[in-house]
């Protein structure tokens, strides 16, 4: 059975921080990976994709990595930002059924 | 980019009341809807996939006569939770891969969510 592990549970860091974000799987027959960001009492937007065979994705500030053969992905957020605070929640798709399995987040606060 | 308008993003209703939930998307084909709802600290946690034009699938402990839903058209799924009671009480989000062209991305976009509250 798929679980997801996101580390650390909370973080919290003055703004201008390079930060990485970790998120974990226990098994690594994955169809893809994904990274959402979750503002409180909204519903998420998604920030990076990244298929079984890529090994990472970059889009502005954020990198995500991707290994599956140790059950890790990382999101890399450069120089953050107050408007970086949020919950930043990993979601991975099996291979078999497609359905996502979602981590418990990160919650960020980037400090002024 | 793709929007997935979500309504109502808050609702308090009586215990036995039904609510509805309605989820469009407006600038794309969403042939998929997935229904996610979230307790406070805790992840999401899938309800039910529905489909445009068939019955929707609901994950094991989902009460399908309690949560309804229906998909009638390419751009509208509403969910309906029937006789709401305190428990019911949660924030419900859908999401749908964006369909265009007859192609299916797998990048999932989400309404705003509905935050229920049943008194």
């Known amino acids: 059975k798929q679980e997801v592990t996101q580390i650390p549970a909370a973080l919290s860091v003055p703004e201008g921080e390079n930060l990485v974000l970790n998120c974990s799987f226990t098994?690594?027959?994955?169809?893809?990976l994904q990274w959402f960001r979750q503002d409180p009492g909204k519903g998420l937007t998604s920030l990076l994709l990244?298929?079984?065979s890529q090994r990472e994705q970059t889009s502005g500030r954020l990198n995500a990595s991707l290994d599956k053969s140790s059950g890790r992905s990382t999101l890399y957020i450069a120089a953050s930002q107050p408007g970086d605070s949020a919950t930043y929640l990993c979601?991975?798709?099996?291979?078999?059924?497609?359905?996502?399995?979602w981590g418990l987040g990160t919650s960020l606060a980037v400090n002024p | 980019g793709a929007v997935v308008s979500q309504h109502p993003s808050r609702v308090i209703c009586k215990s036995g009341t039904s609510v509805k939930i309605e989820c469009r998307s407006l600038?794309?084909?969403?042939?998929?809807m997935f229904w996610y709802r979230q307790f406070p600290k805790q992840s999401l946690m899938l309800m039910a996939t529905?489909?445009?034009?068939?019955?929707?699938?609901?994950e094991q402990g989902v009460e399908k006569d309690k949560f309804l839903i229906n998909h009638a058209s390419l751009t509208l799924s509403t969910l309906t939770v029937t006789s709401a009671h305190p428990e019911d009480s949660s924030f419900y989000i859908c999401?749908?891969?964006?369909?265009?062209?007859?192609?299916?991305?797998?990048?999932?976009?989400f309404g705003s969510g509905t935050q229920l509250s049943v008194l």
């Open positions: 999401s749908a891969p964006m369909r265009r062209g007859g192609r299916t991305n797998e990048k999932l976009f």
């Open positions: 600038d794309f084909q969403a042939t998929t």
């Open positions: 529905s489909n445009e034009g068939s019955k929707a699938t609901y």
């Open positions: 098994d690594s027959a994955i169809y893809n």
């Open positions: 990244i298929q079984s």
């Open positions: 979601a991975v798709k099996t291979g078999n059924n497609r359905k996502l399995i």
